[in-house]
């Protein structure tokens, strides 16, 4: 992101955002009245409450359970996904403090294209990878659970070339039917799920 801008509903107003502490990061998101932003070191930094104009510059936190760089993060229901390189991390807003890691939720896998994010009431899709290696495309479902949804043949496709810059988002159709498109600019493809 390297500016940031706040609309105003009330006076139909672009402002943009000119705090000198006003992290340019790579993600943006708003949850429990924060702004909330990966910024470039791989932190996670996040605005004054309910004022998206005010930045501190000493509030972020890094992911604590494995020190891993954040390469994107979406707000899910009241609950702040981190992902990293090679795991994900889920924050929490626990009333004093802004963000906390909630206990027993760190998953070991990473994200491997930033913009391939795309949430829906079922949960988060992503392109990622796991432990041990390869790239997949992952749901993960409201409770923490991740399924991979690539077969076996379009895993094999997705780890034939670098695909960092794989994009993603969902369409829902009239008639309630949900499909996660999947852009790879390096293969020349479009997946749809």
């Keep these: 992101l390297l500016a940031g801008y706040i609309f105003?509903?009330?006076?139909?107003?672009l402002t943009q955002i000119t705090d000198i502490d006003y992290p340019k990061g790579t993600t943006l998101d708003y949850t429990d009245g924060y702004f909330v932003i990966s910024d470039k070191n791989g932190r996670v930094s996040?605005?004054?409450?309910n004022s998206g104009t005010a930045w501190s510059g000493l509030d972020f936190f890094t992911p604590t359970y494995k020190p891993d760089g954040v390469k994107a993060v979406v707000a899910v229901r009241e609950e702040l996904f981190c992902f990293g390189e090679e795991t994900i991390e889920v924050y929490i807003n626990d009333g004093s403090t802004p963000f906390v890691r909630q206990t027993r939720?760190?998953?070991?896998?990473?994200?491997?294209a930033r913009d391939?994010?795309?949430l829906h009431q079922a949960g988060?899709?992503?392109?990622?990878k796991s432990r041990i290696g390869g790239s997949e495309v992952y749901l993960?479902?409201?409770d923490y659970s991740i399924t991979p949804?690539?077969?076996p043949a379009i895993s094999?496709?997705?780890?034939?070339q670098t695909n960092e810059d794989a994009e993603g988002f969902i369409q829902s159709t009239a008639d309630g039917h949900i499909f996660y498109h999947l852009h790879l600019p390096a293969a020349k493809t479009t997946l749809v799920y």
Excluded: D, H, R
């Design 8 to 13: 105003n509903l009330n006076t139909n107003t």
């Design 46 to 49: 996040f605005s004054g409450l």
């Design 105 to 112: 939720t760190s998953m070991y896998y990473g994200l491997t």
């Design 116 to 118: 391939s994010i795309a």
């Design 124 to 128: 988060v899709f992503f392109l990622g």
């Design 140 to 142: 993960m479902g409201n």
């Design 149 to 151: 949804v690539s077969s």
């Design 156 to 160: 094999q496709l997705l780890n034939k």
